[in-house]
Nanobody
């Protein structure tokens, strides 16, 4: 059974940094693309970043240059390093993997105060 667990969210002032983690069980992360999404109240869930099994990365324009996605295959974990945070980054952040269907974690709240 595939299970994803996000952690690392919290409250931070604008300009600060946070690192989110997405741990997996039931799958070998390095064999799959892993995505980070976020959802703010009243808004649709939106793409943030992705990392392929080969390590290639892609980012939403809104976070490019501020966020970095990476993976530690030994720990079966994907990270999202978030720098220069803005109030508009406030959201619940989710990781996702697709293996015949979508698997999502429970999300971790990130709140950026101005």
């Amino acid at each position: 059974q595939v299970r994803l667990v996000e952690s690392g969210g919290g409250l931070v002032q604008a300009g600060g940094s946070l690192t989110l983690s997405c741990g997996a069980s039931g799958i070998i992360f390095s064999n799959h693309n892993v995505d980070w999404y976020r959802q703010s109240p009243g808004k649709e869930r939106e793409f943030v970043a992705t990392i392929t099994g080969g390590g290639s990365t892609n980012y939403a324009d809104s976070v490019k240059g501020r966020f970095t996605i990476s993976r530690d295959n030994a720990k079966n974990t994907v990270y999202l390093q978030m720098n220069s945070l803005k109030p508009e980054d406030t959201a619940v952040y989710y990781c996702r993997v697709i293996i015949f269907k979508q698997y999502w974690g429970q999300g971790t709240q990130v709140t950026v105060s101005s």
